[in-house]
Each structure stands twice: as C-alpha cells, then as structure tokens.
C-alpha cells in the first residue's frame, strides 16, 4: 500500500459526517476531511503550531489568590 493509497483512505473514512457535522451539513465532505486531516497531521508534527496553545506550568499557588480567615 502506498503513501498516498493510505491517505485517501483515511480522508474516505473521515469524510462520513460526525452527526454534528451532519446535522449542520457540508459541501464538500471529501475536501473538508482533507482539511481536517492535513491539519491534524500538522499538529502532530509540531504540538506548538495549534492556535492558543500555550503551555503554562504553574502550581496551585499561582493560581488562586488564597482567601485569608477573619480575625
């Protein structure tokens, strides 16, 4: 099987609508599976290419501002 067989494969099974996609419609199944699917692979290549992806490392008291008891 061949690069390209397999690709087409993929995009063939890809391009059966989600029922979200389904219920909203699409042109063009076939090229809409092969955007998603190109997409898809560019991300898997580089985790950093999706937009807003940001990647913060911060502990839990970074992140809430602790509330202080009455006195």
Do not use: C, F, K, Y
């Amino acid at each position: 099987m061949s690069h390209e067989q397999s690709d087409q494969e993929r995009v063939e099974s890809r391009a059966h609508l989600l029922p979200e996609e389904a219920a909203v419609g699409s042109d063009d199944p076939q090229a809409q599976a092969d955007a998603i699917l190109t997409e898809s692979d560019i991300r898997e290549e580089d985790r950093n290419v999706a937009p807003d992806t940001v990647l913060e490392h911060r502990t839990s008291d970074q992140t809430a501002t602790p509330i202080e008891p009455p006195d």
